[in-house]
Nanobody
Framework: QVQLVESGGGLVQPGGSLRLSCAASGSIFAINDMTWYRQVPGKERDMVATITNGGKTIYADSVKGRFTISRDNAKNTVYLQMNSLKPEDTAVYYC???????????????WGQGTQVTVSS
C-alpha cells in the first residue's frame, strides 16, 4: 500500500516562482525514478522532469534553465522548483514514482493526485 501526496500548487504571476512537493508513504522497499508530469485539458500528459535514485536529472526542453527537480531520499520526497513561470506553464502537475513495495518482485508506477498551477496576471 503506497500513496503519493502532492502540495505546493497555486496561482502565481508570470515571472514568479513556485515549489511543488510530493511525498511517498506506505510499505516501500525502494524508490527508483521520480518524475513530474503536467497536463492541460485536451492535451496529453507530458514529462516535465525526472530524477533517478542516484540524482541524475532530465528536463523537458520547455523548462530547462527554469525548473529544478530534486529529491530527499530520507523523506521519500521529490520537489520541483519552478522559476520564471510563464502562462504556458499553467497545468495540473502530477508526480510519479517507480516504487518497489515491500515483498514485491518489481517496481510499480504510482501517481499523486495532481496539483493545479496557474500562471496568470
Amino acid at each position: 500500500q503506497v500513496q503519493l501526496v502532492e502540495s505546493g500548487g497555486g496561482l502565481v504571476q508570470p515571472g514568479g516562482s513556485l515549489r511543488l512537493s510530493c511525498a511517498a508513504s506506505g510499505s516501500i522497499f525502494a524508490i527508483n525514478d521520480m518524475t513530474w508530469y503536467r497536463q492541460v485539458p485536451g492535451k496529453e500528459r507530458d514529462m516535465v522532469a525526472t530524477i533517478t535514485n542516484g540524482g541524475k536529472t532530465i528536463y523537458a526542453d520547455s523548462v530547462k534553465g527554469r525548473f529544478t527537480i530534486s529529491r530527499d531520499n530520507a523523506k521519500n520526497t521529490v520537489y520541483l522548483q519552478m522559476n520564471s513561470l510563464k502562462p504556458e506553464d499553467t497545468a495540473v502537475y502530477y508526480c510519479n514514482a517507480d516504487v518497489v513495495p515491500q515483498l514485491a518482485y518489481r517496481p510499480y508506477g504510482y501517481w499523486g493526485q495532481g496539483t493545479q498551477v496557474t500562471v496568470s496576471s
